[in-house]
């Protein structure tokens, strides 16, 4: 258990539609770092927030987009939704922005119709 | 050539067994560096961290670093059954001077202990 949950378990999805996928990070952590893993491959980062700010962003479309709240939890917004999409997104937490372990939640598999 | 890549696998190894499990990375100002465990179906477990050259160990598991060959290894001593996971290396890539915690990981290597 890493105290890293992620909302919800399993999506469903049709090409085009949007999708808000959710993240409490572990108590005491203030970065949030999101990562896209396709299947047999290793995790992408996608982006990461530390206080609320983006704080650095991976090779992904500005169709990918995330939030931080106050609390530290985040957000990863995915809009127009393509088939490529399709995959295990990772959520992990850390006590700050720098080279602290990252710990990741159970994930949230997407799948695109 | 690949940021991070790890030796090809499947690796299958006895019960009782050290398996060996290989990591190579691109930049070499690189300073954090990661194994991580993946059951099927699973997400990523951290097993080790590892910042400077050396070895360290914890319980069955050692990490072992090379920033001069920028090389990173895990090593399971007698290896059991519930090892059989994909072990993934993941590096704190410098590149661009950047500090923060973007991890890039290998492609994981397959790890099958049989009794």
């Known amino acids: 258990e890493t105290g890293v949950t992620q909302s919800p378990t399993h999506l469903i999805k049709t090409r085009g539609q949007q999708v808000t996928l959710r993240c409490s990070s572990q108590s005491g952590h203030n970065t949030v770092s999101w990562y896209q893993q396709a299947l047999g491959q290793g995790p992408q980062f996608i982006f990461q927030?530390?206080?609320?700010?983006?704080?650095g962003r991976g090779n992904f479309p500005p169709r990918f987009s995330g939030l931080q709240f106050p609390n530290y939890s985040s957000e990863l917004n995915v809009n127009a939704l393509e088939l490529d999409d399709s995959a295990l997104y990772l959520c992990?937490?850390?006590?700050?922005?720098?080279?602290?372990?990252?710990?990741f939640g159970d994930g949230t598999r997407l799948s695109i119709l | 050539q690949k940021e991070v890549e790890q030796n090809s696998g499947p690796l299958s190894v006895p019960e009782g067994a050290i398996a060996s499990l290989n990591c190579t990375y691109s930049d070499r100002v690189s300073q954090s560096f990661f194994w991580y465990r993946q059951y099927s179906g699973k997400s990523p477990e951290l097993i080790m961290s590892?910042?400077?050259?050396g070895d360290k160990e914890d319980g069955r598991f050692t990490a072992q670093l090379n920033k001069a060959s920028q090389y990173v290894s895990l090593l399971i001593r007698d290896s059991q059954p519930s090892d059989s996971a994909t072990y993934l290396c993941?590096?704190?890539?410098?590149?661009?001077?950047?500090?923060?915690?973007?991890?890039?990981f290998g492609q994981g290597t397959i790890l099958t202990v049989h009794p």
């Open positions: 992990a937490s850390s006590p700050g922005q720098g080279n602290q372990p990252q710990h």
């Open positions: 993941a590096v704190n890539l410098n590149a661009g001077g950047t500090s923060y915690g973007k991890l890039t």
């Open positions: 927030y530390y206080r609320e700010e983006e704080n």
């Open positions: 590892i910042y400077s050259n």
